[in-house]
């Protein structure tokens, strides 16, 4: 197994120890497999949604760990999602329904990352306009005789403005942006992520 993946890691060895020890490695795919234990199908959603099978929602706390996973994964390898049940258990009509609910859930969560990033995108536009409407006004301002102090302290002022405008445009794009563009390319990777069930006794 160490062996199937000695090319995939350009950092240390002692890291790459680290991440298989936490995540089994499938030789044939050179995917890592994210597991799951379950006692029942049911497991996998919220108790409170009484949806069909197919459109019901993640349990969060199993949705928290999908995406934990995907992140001390990198991004760029494959991963795949292997749920265990207990022998004598399975239901392959019920599988096929937790597998598009899966999927649907982590679409769900692309489109919702997508709404962050147009909502990011607006502020961060709509920021560096009044920056760059205030540095102008700044940069135009007429001194005036006799008002060097109270033209110098607005001035001031709109500096500071617009050049407080212009950071949080910058820090919405670099660095929230960076987060929830992040965040959409593990929704995104799970979408071409097989899906499928195993016995524990296997």
Request: charged share 25%.
């Amino acid at each position: 197994m160490a062996n199937a993946g000695e090319n995939m890691w350009p950092w240390s060895a002692k890291n790459r120890k680290e991440y298989l020890s936490l995540y089994s490695f499938n030789p044939k795919t050179r995917a890592y497999v994210i597991e799951i234990s379950l006692d029942d199908y049911s497991e996998l959603f919220n108790g409170w949604d009484a949806s069909p099978l197919k459109r019901k929602e993640l349990e969060p706390e199993l949705l928290d760990y999908f995406e934990g996973a995907a992140l001390e994964i990198p991004l760029r390898e494959k991963v795949e999602i292997c749920l265990h049940l207990p022998g004598g258990l399975r239901d392959a009509e019920k599988e096929a329904k937790s597998a598009t609910a899966i999927l649907q859930n982590m679409r769900v969560q692309l489109l919702l990352t997508d709404r962050k990033l147009g909502e990011i995108y607006r502020k961060a536009a709509t920021y560096a306009v009044i920056s760059l409407l205030l540095l102008a006004v700044a940069y135009a301002w007429p001194g005036r005789a006799g008002l060097q102090l109270f033209t110098k302290l607005i001035t001031e002022g709109v500096f500071i403005g617009g050049w407080w405008f212009l950071y949080e445009a910058f820090s919405m794009l670099f660095f929230v942006g960076h987060d929830v563009r992040r965040e959409r390319s593990v929704f995104l990777r799970y979408l071409d992520s097989p899906i499928y069930f195993r016995e524990i006794s296997e």
